[in-house]
């Protein structure tokens, strides 16, 4: 991933990257996602040359991330912590519910 910024990073003039937006908790995650996606640009361009012996797409990726405030002092856990799942790969979905409304 870190790579994957300096890449992405590298493309574009200064002030112009994406950028997390959304206040304090960054909700609008833009430059993750572009990072993810320079991610799979890198992996693709380094199989197609040869570099890497076939260095097949992500279907899925998933991430941590912490968000509110500590739920306690010294607390890893916050009010809004949660995973996040970007499916790359939209066969991988089998099927999916809707929650019932109150």
């Known amino acids: 991933m870190k790579q994957a910024y300096g890449v ?3 493309r574009f003039p200064e002030g112009g990257m994406p950028r997390n937006e959304g206040g304090h908790d960054l ?15 890198i992996r693709e361009e380094a ?7 076939s260095l097949a797409p992500y279907q899925t990726v998933r991430a941590a991330f912490r968000e509110g405030n500590a739920l306690y002092p010294d607390a890893g856990f916050h009010e809004k912590t949660h995973i996040q799942i970007a499916v790359r ?4 979905i089998k099927g999916y519910f809707r929650p019932l409304e109150q």
């Open 89 to 92: 790969d939209f066969s991988c």
């Open 27 to 41: 909700l609008k995650r833009y430059l993750d996602c572009a990072v993810v996606q320079a991610l799979h640009e």
């Open 47 to 53: 199989s197609a040359s040869g570099e890497a012996s």
């Open 8 to 10: 992405l990073a590298a």
